[in-house]
Every structure is written in structure tokens, then in C-alpha cells.
């Protein structure tokens, strides 16, 4: 089976994490800040915090921005459940921007049509939350450029794109949103096994992170109320949760970092390929905005209906069949039944679910060679013939 993303161990990474396995401390020891340090100044930001995941990422971010009971925080719907849930997490309640039929990020349109109705209707969102989709940036600038009109703070969601670009500067720089997350799972750039981070220029916010993360507990004499206590004082000040990541995982984080931008070029050189191999099936692919410049986390096609035989189910299992790995990105959060019970009903997104009902993800990932492309195109057309 060609899976649809796959891990990219070397031996340096084993050595890293061997080394750490042999030391003093696993966890809670030197090499998490040495590796939020390194993410730093990869994006050319201040602060970075290591976590146990993606999702806790989130949840945090939302935190540090106050998201609580009776607030509004806006996603998008062409996203994983965590993109939502977050809010959730706080008691918020959840909604959804439409998204870009070109792009499949937040529609700009969509946003500033949704914000003008929430103003008449004084329900404007306290975050929106941006989907960085296949490690394509969003229109940032935008974003930013109307939460200075309307009030809303901003969480990018970054999670597929680390070493991703937007307007000449790293996605992660924080410089039109209060924070960015990434996430570390092994389907995406570089892999801590499980795990994420939070990243940016605040560092109040950093500060409220860092403290949420760990219980809700410091150390840090400028937060405490007594400071000659001892060495073994903390004091508690919020209810936080175990969501550190250890150094275990941040050694393998920190190791693969070093190769973050050779997997960059490398995934950018088969997506190239791909589009090129793909020009006489009757599929769309990628479309690419100018200001972004991807990190191709995904590699996502569409399905042009009107010109097959077949379903997607049927050149999905075929393509399964044939031992590739094909994967469905994403299910329209809206649609799921758990959201549907909140209110939300197929057809209040209608370009997110046009987008999923032709949508297939098609396997990349560093170790895949044009070998396995050329398979898996020679696959996809056999497949759209049936």
C-alpha cells in the first residue's frame, strides 16, 4: 500500500531520541525549549510553546484569548473536528465562513459578507480561526485587515504549514494574527510522533500559555505572589491541564526541523509532477493564490462528475484496490452529526460541500518517488474509465 502521507525517519532522528532516552530527564528537561526555540526563530517569531498535540494547541490559544461562555469564535468548515471543537472546549459557540472555491481556505468574500450581517445583528465572533487547508496559506492580510474593522482576534490555524510562506515571510510569524498553531502528528511536515506548539509575539499570551499548559502552575518569580519561599515553591493560579510535550518527542521535533526545508522543496518538486501528469484526466487540481506559497501537506484533487463514468466511491475503492492509499479531506464539520444537533444543517455551506463531494486526496509525502506517481495517475485514469 502507498499510503496517503507517511513519516520520514532518518538515523539521525533515532540517534536524537536515543541520546535523550539515555540522559537524565525524558521529560520536563532541556530539549523542549531548545526545540520551541529553534520553531522561533524558524518563523521569525518570539515565543513558542510545546504541547501534546495540535488539538491542545488550540484549545490553549482560545484560552489565552478568553474565549469563554457566551462568545462566538468562526472556522472553517473544510477542516478536521478539532478546528471546531476548541471553542467548544471554552462553552463558545461555533460557526463557519464558506469557503474559496479556488483555494478551499476562508472565503474573504464569505468572511466580509458573514461580519457585516453579524454587526446588524450585534453577533460579531470574538476569534476566527483561519485553516491554513493542505499548507496553503490564507489570505492573511485580509483577515487581519478586518478584525482591525470589526474586533476579533485571530488564531491561525496552521497545522499543515510549517515552512509554508505568505507575503515573504514564514507561516508562524505572527504578523496578521495574536497566534498560530502547528501540529506535529506524523501525516504532517515534521513529526514528534504526537504533538504541537504555539506560537506568538505576545508575551502575556505566551506567558498564560505557558502556565495553562503545565496545570496552571509557575514557578516564574514575576507571576508568583511570594518569591523566597524555597526552590520547591509553585504556586497555582489557573485551572490548566497536562499538555506538555516531552523531550522525547521534542528531540525527534528538533532533528527533523533540520531537514524542514529539504521536505519542503521536495514535497513542491511531486506536487509539480503531479500537476503535470494529471493535465489530460478530467480532474482539477490545485490552485494556487499568489501571495501564498505552499508546503504542499496535502495534495488534493477534484473530480470533474460531469466528464466520468463512476462515483467517487467507485474510483476511491479502485484506487484502494489498486494499494494506494487515497484519503478524503475533509468532511465538512457542519455535516457532522454531533454539529447537526447543535443546529447546523447540509446546505448552509454550500461551496464546502460541492468541494467534498468530489474531493480525493491523492498520497504525498517525502519518501514518494515519481515512480509511485506515475502508478498512481496510470491508477486514477484506469479508475475514471470504469
Not at 476511491?316 to 444537533?341: C, D, N
Request: glycine share 6%; hydrophobic share 40%; charged share 15%.
Amino acid at each position: 500500500m502507498i499510503p496517503y502521507a507517511k513519516q520520514s525517519i532518518s538515523k539521525e532522528d533515532i540517534k536524537a531520541v536515543s541520546d535523550v532516552l539515555a540522559s537524565d530527564f525524558i521529560t520536563q528537561g532541556n530539549i523542549v525549549p531548545q526545540f520551541e526555540q529553534a520553531i522561533a526563530d524558524y518563523c521569525g517569531v518570539t515565543y513558542a510553546i510545546a504541547v501534546s498535540h495540535g488539538t491542545a494547541a488550540l484549545h490553549l490559544a482560545c484560552l489565552a484569548l478568553g474565549v469563554t461562555e457566551g462568545d462566538r469564535v468562526w472556522t472553517s468548515p473544510n477542516t478536521f473536528v478539532a478546528s471546531a471543537n476548541c471553542a467548544l472546549y471554552c462553552g463558545a459557540s461555533i460557526d463557519f465562513v464558506d469557503i474559496d472555491p479556488l483555494t478551499y481556505n476562508m472565503s474573504i468574500k464569505a468572511l466580509e459578507e458573514k461580519l457585516l450581517w453579524a454587526k446588524n445583528h450585534q453577533c460579531l465572533p470574538k476569534v476566527i480561526i483561519p485553516v491554513h487547508f493542505s499548507g496553503q496559506s490564507c489570505l492573511m492580510a485580509e483577515i487581519k485587515r478586518l478584525s482591525e474593522h470589526y474586533g476579533f482576534a485571530i488564531i491561525e490555524d496552521a497545522a499543515h504549514a510549517l515552512g509554508a510562506d505568505y507575503a515573504g515571510q514564514k507561516v508562524g510569524s505572527c504578523q496578521y494574527c495574536d497566534i498560530a498553531i502547528f501540529s506535529f502528528h506524523p501525516a504532517k511536515m515534521i513529526t514528534t510522533g504526537e504533538g504541537g506548539l504555539v506560537v506568538t509575539k505576545n508575551k502575556n499570551l505566551a506567558q498564560n500559555i505557558k502556565q495553562l499548559r503545565s496545570h496552571g502552575v509557575t514557578k516564574n518569580s514575576e507571576q508568583m505572589t511570594q518569591t523566597s519561599v524555597g526552590d520547591w515553591y509553585y504556586e497555582q493560579h489557573n485551572l490548566g491541564f497536562n499538555y506538555r510535550l516531552t523531550d522525547i518527542q521534542a528531540a525527534l521535533g528538533l532533528s527533523q526541523l533540520s531537514r524542514l526545508d529539504a521536505f519542503v522543496a521536495k514535497r513542491r518538486a511531486l506536487a509539480n509532477y503531479y500537476n503535470e501528469q494529471l493535465t489530460s484526466l478530467p480532474v482539477i487540481t490545485p490552485q494556487q493564490s499568489d501571495k501564498a506559497y505552499s508546503c504542499w501537506h496535502l495534495y488534493v484533487i477534484r473530480l470533474d462528475l460531469s466528464q466520468i463514468k463512476g462515483t467517487r466511491k467507485a474510483v476511491f475503492s479502485y484506487l484502494r484496490e489498486q494499494g494506494i492509499g487515497v484519503h478524503v479531506h475533509y468532511i465538512p464539520v457542519h455535516t457532522q452529526p454531533y454539529f447537526q444537533a447543535l443546529g447546523f444543517a447540509e446546505g448552509d455551506f454550500p461551496r464546502s460541500e460541492a468541494y467534498y463531494q468530489s474531493a480525493i486526496t491523492l498520497p504525498l509525502f517525502v519518501d514518494l518517488t515519481t515512480s509511485d506517481i506515475d502508478y498512481i495517475v496510470r491508477s486514477l485514469a484506469s479508475a475514471l474509465q470504469c
